[in-house]
């Protein structure tokens, strides 16, 4: 059975960058598709479909997960580790989006299966542009596997 794969999956804990994300995601990748969860547990239980999200289908996975890693209740690198640790899951593309610039923290997200990291830009215009080409490249350019269950 082959999976449905559409949308984005943003893990974003700061409302600031949660709305210009979704703006721009919507405005200029034409996507609507976009699932917001606040902290990593949440979006565990969104991806393994548990807790509030047990009626979704856990085949329905996005195109790309946007993760930021400072998040409440479980940590951006946690929730990587446990995508790739599930055989659903794993090959689901997972951007790092954080303010840390830090060697160490881009280093780990790499090392723990990150397909990308890019550092949140401060300006409200160079957010707007990365978050622009972001969407670009992984919903229109990327071509991703045929995940299969």
Same mark, same amino acid.
């Given at each position: 059975m082959t999976p449905n794969r559409s949308g984005v999956l943003l893990v974003e804990?700061?409302?600031? @960058? *949660?709305?210009?994300?979704?703006?721009?995601l919507n405005k200029e990748a034409s996507l609507t598709d976009v699932v917001v969860c606040r902290d #990593?547990?949440?979006a565990l239980d969104y991806l393994f479909a548990r807790g509030?999200?047990?009626?979704?289908?856990?085949?329905?996975?996005?195109?790309?997960i946007?993760?930021?890693?400072n998040l409440p209740k479980i940590g951006g690198l946690d929730?990587?580790?446990?995508?790739?640790? @599930? *055989?659903?899951?794993?090959l689901v593309p997972v951007v790092i989006m954080s303010s840390s610039?830090?060697?160490?923290?881009?280093?780990? #997200?790499?090392?723990?299966g990150a397909n990308s990291y890019v550092v949140k830009p401060?300006?409200?215009d160079q957010f707007t542009e990365a978050v622009k080409?972001?969407?670009?490249y992984w919903l229109m350019v990327n071509v991703s596997p045929n995940i299969r269950s």
């Open positions: 804990d700061d409302p600031n @960058d *949660e709305f210009l994300t979704c703006r721009v #990593g547990a949440e509030a999200y047990s009626g979704r289908n856990v085949l329905d996975l996005p195109l790309v946007l993760l930021d890693l929730v990587l580790k446990a995508i790739r640790a @599930d *055989e659903r899951t794993r610039s830090e060697e160490g923290d881009r280093l780990v #997200g790499y090392q723990n401060v300006l409200v080409q972001l969407g670009l």
